[in-house]
């Protein structure tokens, strides 16, 4: 216990970017219930259905309680059977899990909002979640033009939490303004702001930010450009993340993996992490991240990676004809 105790104080002080003033949120967080640091990712999970159910069972099994899901991934029926069927063999209820889900941009006229949560809600065959994202700032009219009334979505989102169908309420990949001028009309603060986020694309202040407003930031594809849709567009792109030579030798010397080092990177910012696998060893494998710890050193040498190899995989800026992640790094 003492010993667990202390590599806890010892983690908490490699926080190397930070004073303590900084990691206290200014602003209260208004966070319902706690969510889990380590979450289990479902994009790209469809083989099969039996398969993306059988990785979810399979992750609620290997201890992971908080499960990352989305309409625009296709696959929340399956998902949602695995969870069932992962809470039947581990003997779970349903407060014992944590399940996200996000509006899909097809869905942002405010008219339309409950009728996204509803249908997430019979894919995944839940009663409630615990957390509803919008996935983007960026809305599809029924005309087919782009809606980027984001604020008026919001507004349509913040009758949510009053039928009962959701805890908490947040955003995913907006800019700096797009979150300013969303704070500023909304009644209802975003609890929770998911973010891609890995050694490759630290942004430390952004991150900051966040602490200071009180916001939890979730770091997406936290193994960085692992996801194999993150095809390369370019010839420099930094090498897998996974086969990092500085990260395979932070692993090496604190007896983890390279996934490992980069889970317990993210979690020692005080930000949760989603990984995605569809292979059971390597959901286990990212799940004990959870006992790989890192030193002050560490967290220095990564720091360096995210100067050198900085980059943003996730951007469909070209393909949707919009400006996003403005005023950010990796753009
Ligand atoms: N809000 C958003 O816009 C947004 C965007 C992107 C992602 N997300 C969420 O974040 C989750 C995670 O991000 P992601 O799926 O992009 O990427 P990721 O979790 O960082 O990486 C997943 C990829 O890494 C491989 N992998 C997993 N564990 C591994 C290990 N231990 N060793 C080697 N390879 C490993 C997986 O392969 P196998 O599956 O073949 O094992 C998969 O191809 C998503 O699933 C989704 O829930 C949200
Ligand atoms: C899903 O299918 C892939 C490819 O056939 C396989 O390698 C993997 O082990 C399967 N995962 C599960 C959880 O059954
Ligand atoms: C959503 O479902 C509730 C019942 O849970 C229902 O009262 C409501 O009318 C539905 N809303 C839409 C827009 O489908
Ligand atoms: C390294 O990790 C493995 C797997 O988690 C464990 O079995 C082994 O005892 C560890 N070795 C040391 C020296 O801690």
Redesign the pocket.
Request: proline fraction near 5%; include cysteine; aromatic fraction near 12%.
């Given at each position: 216990m003492l010993s667990l105790f202390s590599a806890t104080l010892l983690l908490l002080a490699s926080l190397s970017h930070t004073t303590l003033a900084d990691q206290l949120p200014l602003s209260p967080s208004t966070l319902i219930g706690s969510i889990p640091h380590l979450?289990?990712?479902?994009?790209?999970?469809k083989v099969s259905h039996s398969n993306t159910s059988d990785?979810v069972s399979a992750a609620i099994q290997a201890g992971y309680r908080h499960i990352?899901?989305?309409a625009?991934?296709g696959n929340q029926k399956d998902v949602g059977r695995g969870i069932k069927e992962g809470m039947k063999k581990v003997g779970l209820k349903r407060e014992d899990l944590w399940i996200?889900s996000?509006l899909w941009n097809d869905h942002h006229l405010p008219a339309k909002v409950e009728e996204g949560l509803n249908e997430t809600l019979k894919e995944l065959g839940l009663d409630y979640l615990d957390l509803y994202?919008m996935?983007?700032p960026v809305g599809n009219a029924p005309d087919g033009k782009l809606h980027y009334d984001y604020v008026q979505t919001w507004r349509a989102m913040e009758y949510l939490p009053s039928t009962g169908k959701v805890l908490n309420l947040g955003i995913?990949?907006f800019s700096p303004t797009q979150l300013r001028e969303l704070m500023h009309s909304a009644s209802i603060k975003p609890a929770v702001h998911?973010?891609?986020m890995?050694p490759y694309l630290q942004q430390v202040d952004w991150l900051m930010h966040h602490r200071r407003h009180g916001i939890h930031v979730?770091?997406?594809?936290?193994?960085?450009?692992?996801?194999?849709?993150?095809s390369p567009d370019s010839t420099d792109l930094p090498p897998p993340?996974?086969q990092n030579k500085e990260i395979l030798a932070i692993a090496e010397k604190a007896n983890c993996?390279?996934?490992?080092v980069?889970l317990a990177w993210g979690r020692s910012r005080g930000t949760s992490?989603?990984?995605?696998?569809?292979?059971v060893?390597?959901?286990e494998?990212?799940y004990g991240a959870k006992t790989c710890i890192l030193w002050n050193d560490d967290t220095k040498r990564i720091e360096g990676l995210g100067e050198k190899y900085l980059h943003r995989?996730?951007n469909p800026s070209r393909g949707w004809g919009v400006d996003l992640f403005e005023g950010l790094d990796g753009v």
């Open positions: 979450g289990f990712g479902t994009w790209n999970l990785a990352d899901c989305a625009a991934y996200t996000k994202l996935h983007w995913s990949n998911q973010m891609e890995h979730t770091a997406y594809s936290p193994l960085g450009n692992s996801n194999p849709t993150y993340l996974l993996t390279a996934a490992q980069a992490v989603i990984p995605k696998s569809s292979h060893s390597r959901i494998e990212n995989f996730n």
